[in-house]
């Protein structure tokens, strides 16, 4: 299996894009075979540098929360290597244990035929999905936005991320409403039950 390639990359994400947008075509973009398939999951190296971006966001959030409490900045410093510890292998746990759930499931809910390219543009689209929140955290590194509105604009972000999920589900999955909306339902779920599980684990 090679690695990832900078064509490859751009191509998924442009595909990505359209699939967003309902285009049944993009799918053609993608490599779908069994190699693509184990080779979408090296995305998650890709992703790195943008979740300890979000993960430096949230300790400066904290710090900030914390300071307004009167805490001191040195008490707030301590476990901050078991806040990226812990939520690095939460990352990891995340990326695998939903392909994992559900190639259990495909069978009983219809998506055995379209399982591997569900996964595959799943797993590519995140790249699309983590900018947005990216740009806002860059911006309140940097000073220019407060911490208020870095959590106000982050709602309406969930929930474009939701409905980019719902459309890959329609799109890749060839899922009907239901499934589409029980597959979004089911990811998130899974994702806040493993990040709660570690924050308690790592706290």
Same mark, same amino acid.
């Given at each position: 299996?090679?690695?990832?390639?900078?064509?490859?990359?751009?191509?998924?994400?442009?595909?990505?894009?359209?699939?967003?947008?309902g285009?049944?075509?993009?799918?053609?973009?993608?490599?779908?075979?069994?190699?693509? $398939?184990?080779?979408?999951?090296?995305?998650? $190296?890709?992703? %790195?540098?943008?979740?300890?971006?979000? %993960?430096?966001?949230?300790?400066?959030?904290?710090?900030?929360?914390?300071?307004?409490?009167?805490?001191?900045?040195?008490?707030?410093?301590?476990?901050?290597?078991?806040?990226?510890?812990?939520?690095?292998?939460? %990352?990891?746990?995340?990326?695998?244990?939903?392909?994992?759930?559900?190639?259990?499931?495909?069978?009983s809910?219809?998506?055995?035929?379209?399982?591997?390219?569900?996964?595959?543009?799943r797993?590519?689209?995140?790249l699309?999905?983590?900018?947005?929140?990216?740009?806002?955290?860059?911006?309140?590194?940097?000073?220019?936005?407060?911490?208020?509105?870095?959590?106000?604009?982050?709602?309406?972000?969930?929930?474009?991320?939701?409905? $980019?999920? $719902?459309?890959?589900?329609?799109?890749?999955?060839?899922?009907n409403?239901?499934?589409?909306?029980?597959?979004?339902?089911?990811?998130?779920?899974?994702?806040?039950?493993?990040?709660?599980?570690?924050?308690?684990?790592?706290?």
């Amino acid at each position: 299996m090679m690695g990832l390639g900078i064509q490859e990359i751009g191509q998924s994400c442009i595909a990505s894009w359209r699939v967003m947008k309902g285009e049944t075509e993009a799918l053609q973009q993608f490599d779908l075979s069994a190699d693509g $398939f184990w080779r979408s999951f090296l995305v998650i $190296f890709l992703l %790195l540098p943008f979740y300890f971006l979000s %993960l430096i966001s949230e300790q400066a959030l904290m710090l900030e929360h914390n300071l307004e409490q009167g805490q001191e900045a040195a008490e707030i410093a301590t476990g901050g290597a078991l806040l990226y510890i812990g939520k690095t292998l939460s %990352l990891f746990v995340d990326w695998v244990i939903f392909p994992i759930v559900l190639a259990v499931l495909a069978g009983s809910i219809g998506l055995k035929r379209t399982y591997g390219p569900y996964i595959i543009v799943r797993n590519w689209s995140t790249l699309l999905i983590l900018l947005p929140q990216t740009l806002l955290n860059l911006l309140y590194l940097a000073g220019i936005i407060p911490s208020a509105l870095l959590v106000m604009l982050t709602f309406p972000i969930v929930g474009w991320v939701l409905w $980019f999920r $719902f459309q890959i589900a329609r799109v890749a999955g060839d899922c009907n409403f239901s499934t589409a909306v029980g597959l979004v339902i089911l990811d998130l779920v899974l994702s806040i039950l493993i990040s709660a599980s570690f924050d308690r684990l790592f706290a």
